[in-house]
């Protein structure tokens, strides 16, 4: 396979043509029905390693495929966004990056201008959205949207799920405390009309950059463009001041028009792999549908595992806040998968001095500020691999007094969809702190005379080359 060259990823036809390069695509040529069948599918290969997918018949749907799972395994997703798979240089990678954004350009045109409707416009007759669990009566799309903050004009784009309530209208997921949900929030103080751009189909460094958690104000766009090493090409829309990537695959415009009303949305196969509760949300008008010719519509189901790698970049900006609070301390960070990559972070960090005694306390309610989602911190030492759960376990039982190392914390706000909270008129839970590192009085002293007493028992260093026949070596020792 040729080298890679994330600048070649421009759209998400690209991406999927490099998946194929590498072996990683999987063409599914039988008629898939988006009604539960092609998610079923998706969720088949849940407990193996997951390729991407491309359904090259949709059902109702002629000239139209549909692709999945492109971001599913993590070591593809940074191949194709261009970032190191090693964990600490990924960190340090991305904030660099943030650091450098590269600022997009408007072009005249563009591939998602190749057909325009803007009048007797019914959304499910012309594009596929997805019924994925047997329990969801609405069609939804899970695409990037795009609007602006009504006093600077700066754009936001983020990934807030879209749920088809009419032949013309979607439900845009807008919460308060989400960046779109500043922009909508004054706009309709002001009872004016609030623009939006729906976007299906992307590149995967676009992807990436409107769901990475950056400050408010940041265009999402320019990060987009760092990822890849290039600008991101805009293009207008056609009927809203509002900008997309002109390679889209698909785009819906629209508008959320006073008085604001809300339609029940869900329930929904969440990210936490549980129905999400019915709630009230807003939805646009829909004023023009724009796509390419033979479209792909890009399908992230949330609940399944493409929808995690996206959250890699928690891991960098979790990383980056405790760092700022603690830089020689903070070794690494590492937000767990069982946690769906929000809830659950465990932070590797190194005691050199009987006066940093106490500072892992400060790192854990640091951890705290940086999202309202993360529950749970767990604090270990720099011999323990954070990247194992097995050891951070061991750490747990074998260096943690609970009496003595764990704090349970005040209810304070959590997401919604965590069904411990989500049920509860507020949606609050406690916070939890364990310190799993060495307490430095212990930490000093001396099992035997040069060995701390939590020392891990060592082993003497020997190549299996000297021991082991080839087939042996072969069948046994993967790294060989």
Avoid at 137 to 147: A, D, G, H, L, T
Avoid at 190 to 197: D, G, I, K, L
Avoid at 230 to 258: F, Q
């Amino acid at each position: 396979m040729r080298d890679l060259n994330v600048e070649e990823i421009r759209d998400l036809r690209s991406a999927i043509r490099f998946a194929e390069e590498m072996g990683e695509l999987v063409r599914i040529k039988k008629e898939v029905d988006m009604q539960y069948e092609l998610a079923g599918v998706v969720a088949a290969f849940e407990s193996s390693y997951a390729p991407a997918l491309l359904f090259e018949k949709i059902k109702g749907y002629p000239g139209v495929s549909v692709c999945a799972n492109l971001m599913a395994e993590r070591s593809r997703a940074l191949k194709l966004c261009g970032l190191p798979e090693e964990p600490l240089k990924f960190k340090e990678k991305l904030l660099k990056i943030i650091e450098a954004p590269i600022e997009p350009r408007i072009v005249k045109d563009g591939p998602c201008k190749e057909n325009i409707v803007k009048e007797k416009i019914d959304v499910l007759k012309l594009l596929p959205g997805i019924l994925a669990e047997v329990h969801q009566k609405n069609y939804y799309f899970q695409p990037i949207v795009v609007s602006k903050d009504p006093d600077t004009g700066v754009r936001n784009v983020g990934m807030y799920r879209t749920m088809v309530a009419g032949s013309n209208k979607l439900t845009v997921n807008i919460r308060r405390e989400s960046h779109i949900g500043s922009h909508y929030y004054r706009v309709k103080e002001r009872n004016q009309p609030f623009p939006v751009a729906i976007v299906v189909g992307l590149d995967p460094a676009t992807y990436l950059g409107a769901i990475t958690k950056v400050p408010y104000g940041y265009d999402e766009y320019g990060l987009a463009g760092a990822f890849r090493g290039s600008p991101i090409d805009l293009v207008k829309c056609e009927t809203v001041d509002l900008e997309v990537p002109a390679t889209s695959e698909i785009v819906i415009e629209g508008e959320i028009l006073p008085p604001y009303e809300e339609v029940s949305e869900g329930p929904w196969p969440e990210y936490a792999r549980y129905l999400s509760n019915p709630i009230k949300r807003p939805y646009m008008t829909v004023k023009a549908v724009t796509f390419r010719n033979n479209p792909i519509n890009y399908v992230i189901i949330a609940g399944l595992k493409d929808n995690y790698p996206w959250r890699l970049a928690n891991d960098a900006m979790l990383y980056k806040v405790l760092k700022d609070h603690a830089a020689d301390f903070v070794v690494d960070v590492y937000l767990t998968p069982g946690s769906l990559h929000w809830h659950h972070a465990i932070v590797k960090v190194r005691k050199t001095d009987k006066l940093q005694e106490g500072l892992q306390k400060n790192v854990g309610l640091a951890a705290f500020q940086w999202a309202p989602y993360l529950d749970m911190v767990v604090l270990v030492d720099e011999d323990v691999n954070i990247y194992d759960l097995n050891e951070v376990d061991w750490a747990i039982c074998t260096r943690c007094n609970p009496k003595e190392q764990m704090f349970i914390l005040p209810e304070a706000r959590t997401h919604a969809n965590i069904p411990i909270a989500g049920i509860r008129e507020e949606v609050v839970k406690s916070k939890l702190i364990i310190d799993a590192t060495v307490p430095w009085k212990y930490k000093v002293k001396e099992k035997i005379p040069g060995v701390p007493y939590f020392t891990k028992s060592q082993w003497k260093k020997v190549n299996l080359k000297d021991y082991l026949e080839k087939k042996d070596l072969e069948k046994w020792i993967k790294q060989f």
